[in-house]
């Protein structure tokens, strides 16, 4: 199986599960990326099931992986509008396909930083920490700011 990579060196690294919250850990990256005059590098790790749904999927028919990467790499255009990211910033999206935990390691294995959520989208809304932020925090190699969630 070939996986499409990240080239990210330098900046700080965002994970965007897709959740509400997400919207905030964009924010506090943004905020350090500008300070530091640095690149804001927004990852997004997806599957068929939690990509966005493209424009093409109707009454049965399964779009091509690349349709859903340009679903997911609209959606974070849209909610980086949504959450003021501006000029100042220099953005680059990213819609990376597989294992979110293993895939954000691996995206911001050159970068500065890497921001994440304390938690998203998964289904145990009763765990203080998630899975995916528990993993990145023990195997990240850079320094890595978990922001709480924080309601908008």
Not at 45 to 71: C, K, L, N, Q
């Amino acid at each position: 199986m070939v996986w499409k990579e990240a080239d990210i060196t330098g900046g700080i690294v965002v994970g965007h599960d897709g959740s509400r919250a997400a919207r905030t850990v964009v924010r506090v990256g943004a905020d350090l990326a500008r300070r530091l005059g640095v690149t804001l590098h927004v990852v997004r790790v997806w599957h068929i099931t939690t990509a966005p749904r493209p424009d093409s999927m109707v009454g049965g028919f399964v779009p091509s992986f690349a349709e859903f990467e340009e679903a997911v790499i609209a959606d974070l255009k849209a909610d980086c509008t949504a959450a003021g990211i501006r000029d100042e910033v220099d953005l680059e999206l990213y819609a990376l396909r597989g294992q979110s935990a293993d895939r954000l390691v691996t995206a911001a294995q050159n970068a500065e930083m890497l921001v994440i959520g304390v938690r998203g989208a998964g289904g145990f809304t009763g765990l203080r920490f998630g899975a995916t932020a528990t993993q990145v925090v023990r195997h990240s190699p850079v320094p890595v700011l978990v922001v709480p969630n924080i309601p908008e």
